[in-house]
């Protein structure tokens, strides 16, 4: 399928499914019809390449080092908690 | 706070599980050994939620100060994390309440869907193709942040836990007291909001 018979209704179906699809969370027939569609169609499968790398960034978001100054007012704060936690 | 009710009633196994019980037993001077490890988690999750560095310090105090207060209601029916995430996602949901960032609106998907021909792509751009450790640095993990930091809060939410804390789906709806497809909604539409965010840095780079 090229760029001109580019089908919107069917592909916006499917378009909606594409997370679902990454995340195996689709059942076996709606995601064999996102394979047979991805072969046909070089839009949505442009469109999930995308999806799927923006999802693997997003996975290497990295963690701030908590800074010491909080650390060890959280420590202090804790520390002057009642020892027993309040009723209710 | 109580465990959610949709919880499965059948006791689970959890490495937290000891230092729970422990504390609620009495052993209060184990509770520094539960700051200690979540402290990072939880000052990530906040600062993710809140962006501002003092609100998300405050988030992570005032969620220490609801485990404490709370987690003798605790019922060993999840993971204990997904029960500190929920009270943490719920502080952070009233702490943001006061803050200025990222307004609320409804993301829908026709806006991620091209709408004419011009816009619908014909090849695979680069930045999807390469190995992931050769387009890495230090300035597209800016980027990222950046575009988390600007979808909507009840978006945020959900990639956030889903795409970064990696939790389940079922455990994330559990978390934000949520339906799975809505959470699944809410998911698709954070990645195609942050993936149009990735296309414009690439296009413009």
């Known amino acids: ?88 | 706070m109580t465990t959610p009710k949709r919880a499965n009633r059948k006791e689970i196994k959890d490495k937290d599980f000891e230092l729970i019980r422990a504390i609620n037993s009495g052993r209060f001077d184990r509770f520094p050994d539960l700051v200690k490890r979540y402290e990072q988690k939880l000052y990530n999750f906040s600062l993710r939620m809140c962006r501002d560095a003092a609100d998300a310090e405050d988030t992570v105090q005032e969620t220490f100060l609801n485990v404490f207060r709370y987690v003798k209601n605790f019922r060993y029916e999840t993971k204990f994390k997904n029960w500190l995430y929920r009270v943490a996602a719920s502080t952070c949901i009233k702490k943001r309440r006061k803050s200025k960032f990222a307004p609320e609106r409804e993301l829908s998907l026709d806006e991620f869907f091209p709408q004419d021909e011009t816009e619908v792509p014909d090849q695979v751009p680069k930045w999807a193709l390469m190995p992931l450790d050769k387009l890495l640095n230090d300035e597209l993990l800016d980027k990222i942040n950046e575009a988390i930091f600007t979808l909507p809060e009840k978006y945020r939410l959900v990639i956030v836990l889903r795409d970064i804390e990696d939790f389940s789906t079922a455990e994330t709806a559990q978390i934000l007291n949520l339906s799975d497809a809505n959470v699944k909604v809410r998911l698709h539409r954070a990645r195609l909001f942050l993936r149009d965010r990735l296309k414009g840095y690439f296009e413009n780079e």
């Open chain 1, 1 to 88: 399928m090229n760029k001109d018979e580019h089908d919107h209704k069917h592909c916006l179906e499917l378009f909606e499914k594409l997370s679902e699809y990454l995340d195996n969370e689709l059942d076996e027939v709606s995601g064999k019809d996102i394979e047979k569609h991805i072969k046909e169609c070089v839009p949505c499968f442009v469109c999930l390449q995308t999806l799927k790398r923006t999802v693997d960034l997003c996975k290497q978001a990295e963690d701030r080092p908590v800074p010491k100054d909080f650390s060890k007012k959280l420590k202090e704060v804790i520390q002057n908690m009642p020892k027993t936690p309040p009723a209710g």
